[in-house]
């Protein structure tokens, strides 16, 4: 009687907290969409400039948040680029090929650099500029791929975390399945082991992808400026929209302003969701390529 009163009760505080949360999901995002939706369209994107000429770099948006939104774009994709196939790497070499006192050793510098603030990691990439400038790089300045970089370290401990779990997670037989087929330790990591763990793996990626998007600590110290246009290069300053946002809320001068804040939060958090549905198909994708 006991144990099932605690089933029950287990089953019932489950229910309540996902309750919980589908609510708090419902406001936030009914409460942006009353506010924004109204300031969504081809305007709050581009302004007075043409959408074509826009995209294509040929007329400057003065009023529009195509830049930034083009500029958070180019900076989760080099800060993916850069966080992922280390992430994805140390996480293996974690798993299955450190020994047990290395794998203690790496795991709690691992958990560390997790636990860093974002805004630490800032005024560690500043640091760095300032020290470049000053020794071997005098021309040396705050851009996106120093931002990307940064990003990409505050995010790397996730994605190491994920597929070093996903990994040893697995059970000893599908280790032994390799070796006793004749395949070598590489090509049972590769062929056997990260095919079965590619769901918690990528599951890791989805969610740092999800980071950088939407940081915004890190990147108001290391490139991103409230009007630079369009993304010229790696080397050059950025728009975002996680700082057009806290521009718009800090510094807004009247309602209309404000809404268009509230605008920008929600095509972040839409931009946000598509990046999720794109990580979710390739993860479905490459599920289906590795289970043939």
Known sequence: ???RLADR?????????TGIILA????LVGYLASRGGGALGLRLLFGDADPLAAITGRQPVFGGIWPALAGTCALVLVASCLAIPVGVASG???SEYASHRLQIILGFGVDLLASIPSIVMGLFGFTLIIFLR???????????????????????????RATYNSLAGLPDSLRLTGAGIGLT?????TRVLIPAGSRGILSGCILGIGRAAE????????????TSGLPRGLTEKFEALPFRIYVLASEHRDRAELDEGFGCALVLLLL???LFACAFWLQRSFERKWSR
């Open 1 to 3: 009687m006991r144990r």
């Open 9 to 17: 009760a287990l089953l019932a505080g489950s229910w309540v907290s």
């Open 24 to 27: 708090a999901v419902l406001v």
């Open 92 to 94: 293996v070499y974690l």
């Open 134 to 160: 000053r020794t071997i790089l005098p021309g040396a300045n705050t851009s996106l791929i120093l931002a990307a970089g940064c990003l990409a370290v505050l995010v790397l401990p996730g994605i190491s």
């Open 185 to 189: 330790r590489w090509q049972s990591v």
């Open 215 to 226: 940081d915004t600590a890190v990147i108001l110290l290391t490139g991103v400026v409230a």
């Open 272 to 274: 946000t969701a598509a």
